[in-house]
Nanobody
Framework: VQLQASGGGLAQAGGSLRLSCAAS????????MGWFRQASGKEREFVAA????????YYKDSVKGRFTISRDNAKNTAYLQMNSLKPEDTAVYLC????????????????????WGQGTQVTVSS
C-alpha cells in the first residue's frame, strides 16, 4: 500500500488546515487509518486513528475537540481536519495504515502500523 499525504502548509494560530491521505490499495476499507506527527527534535507521536468503517475514532488528548479524522472508503482517502491550530501543532504529519492494529488497545503504537506515507509539513505561527 502506498500512502500519499497532502494538505500541509503554513497557518496562523487559530487557523485551520485539512490533510488528506490517498491510498493506492483497493482494500483500503480493511485498514485502520491514522495520523502521527513528529516535531523537530522530538519523538514521533500518535495524533488520531479511525477504524475501517469510520464509526470509531481516537485522538491524542491535546487535539481532542480541535482535530477530526475521517475517511471516504469510496475514494481510498483519509482526512485530518485541524482547527484552532496552535504553534505546538507544528510538525511533520504522517498518515499510516495497518491491518494488525488492535483498535482501542494498540492504536497509539507506531509499530502496529504497516504502511507509512512520506509526511507533510504543518507549521503554525503565533
Amino acid at each position: 500500500v502506498q500512502l500519499q499525504a497532502s494538505g500541509g502548509g503554513l497557518a496562523q494560530a487559530g487557523g485551520s488546515l485539512r490533510l488528506s491521505c490517498a491510498a493506492s490499495e483497493h482494500t483500503f476499507d480493511t485498514y485502520v487509518m491514522g495520523w502521527f506527527r513528529q516535531a523537530s527534535g522530538k519523538e514521533r507521536e500518535f495524533v488520531a486513528a479511525i477504524n475501517w468503517s469510520g464509526g470509531v475514532t481516537y485522538y491524542k488528548d491535546s487535539v481532542k475537540g480541535r482535530f477530526t479524522i475521517s475517511r471516504d472508503n469510496a475514494k481510498n482517502t483519509a482526512y485530518l481536519q485541524m482547527n484552532s491550530l496552535k504553534p505546538e501543532d507544528t510538525a511533520v504529519y504522517l498518515c499510516v495504515a495497518g491491518y494488525r492494529v488492535l483498535f482501542g488497545i494498540s492504536h497509539t503504537h507506531k509499530d502496529q502500523y504497516d504502511y507509512w506515507g512520506q509526511g507533510t509539513q504543518v507549521t503554525v505561527s503565533s
